[in-house]
């Protein structure tokens, strides 16, 4: 039984007895916790997979040692399972994928590059393979990455390469920055219009003189759903001067690219916080993609000046030049730690995948 208060002999409900009433008086907008309509659960299984860093290169790891072997920095693993609803066989799988580069210049507009190539695997089979040209036991050689680092993204397509439905590709990167550091994200995931059949395929955007083709992330019929344009996480702040010695970057892309053509900067600006709330405001600006380390975005951001080792980060809205309208951004927040100060002397790192806000963005990611 519930228990009760008495007052001058009389019983008095508690707040627990009308919890059952207070629940029922509730508007039912105030138990709605759904997502906007159109955007994506970048954890599910999608049509669209993006990958937020590669960085090209090799290492050898236990070096000097019998178990000795060359590995690659970067490691994308690609897989497929059978879409939710779907009655799946051991169907061939195909789908595209870029190796998208940051612009040459990251302050003003620049051409993005990018090479895309094709892979195919079947429903619950996995391919590996590294930007690099690495040979990797069980791995697949593809087109190496024109640059050093930047994000690669990739999509289901038919046997014609045109761009298809199948809500069943996940995956993920196995990174190694040095020869004794390992760490690993998750692929974020983008699902295709819910009321698209499986293996149907995407009304892409008309091919302009260029011959680009453009995918829709927009949320409208027969198209892909949004992403967002905002992010929020967790960050250590810079700490050159003593131990424990760690350096923190923001890494950040955009679907809104013209692949291989000239890109406009955007720009994103960004609330620190230490551990009691004490804020800084600075910003960053990039084009395509980039890896910031925070003392370089704002040098007062250190764990000197911050005043605490920890805190947070709240980005606004990233726009673009030149008319400043709102576009998608995405991204990691990577932290090296080691026996010296330096992002150079870094022996292990870790990565956070940041929070956003749920507004979903509508653009175009023109693959040329």
């Not at 007062?300 to 809205?317: A, D, E, F, Y």
């Not at 990233?318 to 990691?332: K, M």
């Amino acid at each position: 039984m519930s228990p009760v208060i008495r007052w001058w002999g009389r019983r008095l409900p508690t707040l627990m007895s009308l919890m059952p009433a207070l629940l029922f008086a509730m508007p039912a907008f105030a138990l709605n916790f759904t997502d906007p309509a159109g955007l994506a659960d970048t954890a599910e299984p999608g049509s669209v997979l993006v990958y937020p860093k590669f960085s090209s290169g090799s290492v050898t790891v236990d070096a000097g040692t019998g178990g000795a072997f060359t590995a690659p920095r970067t490691e994308i693993e690609l897989g497929a399972v059978c879409p939710k609803g779907v009655l799946c066989s051991d169907d061939t799988v195909r789908v595209r994928v870029h190796w998208v580069c940051p612009g040459t210049s990251q302050t003003s507009a620049s051409i993005c590059q990018e090479t895309d190539f094709d892979v195919k695997l079947s429903v619950n089979g996995k391919l590996r393979f590294n930007p690099s040209g690495v040979a990797m036991d069980g791995g697949t050689t593809v087109a190496q990455a024109p640059c050093t680092r930047g994000y690669a993204i990739a999509w289901a397509i038919d046997a014609f390469g045109r761009p298809i439905k199948f809500d069943g590709l996940i995956g993920d990167a196995v990174m190694r920055n040095s020869a004794t550091d390992l760490q690993s994200y998750s692929a974020l995931a983008i699902q295709a219009d819910p009321a698209l059949a499986n293996l149907a395929p995407i009304q892409t955007g008309d091919r302009d003189a260029s011959g680009a083709l453009v995918l829709r992330f927009d949320g409208g019929p027969g198209h892909y759903q949004m992403v967002t344009g905002q992010i929020s996480g967790d960050v250590r702040y810079d700490q050159d001067d003593a131990r424990p010695f760690a350096d923190t970057f923001l890494i950040l892309l955009t679907l809104d690219v013209r692949s291989n053509l000239l890109n406009q900067p955007i720009d994103v600006s960004l609330d620190f916080y230490n551990q009691n709330e004490s804020l800084r405001s600075t910003a960053v600006r990039f084009v395509c993609w980039t890896q910031a380390q925070l003392s370089n975005i704002d040098p007062n951001l250190t764990r000197t000046l911050m005043g605490t080792p920890k805190g947070i980060v709240v980005s606004g809205q990233a726009v673009q030049e030149p008319n400043f309208g709102q576009v998608t951004l995405l991204g990691l927040i990577q932290t090296t730690e080691g026996p010296a100060g330096g992002a150079a002397n870094a022996t292990r790192s870790y990565t956070n995948r940041p929070s956003n806000n749920s507004v979903p963005i509508p653009t175009n990611f023109i693959a040329f």
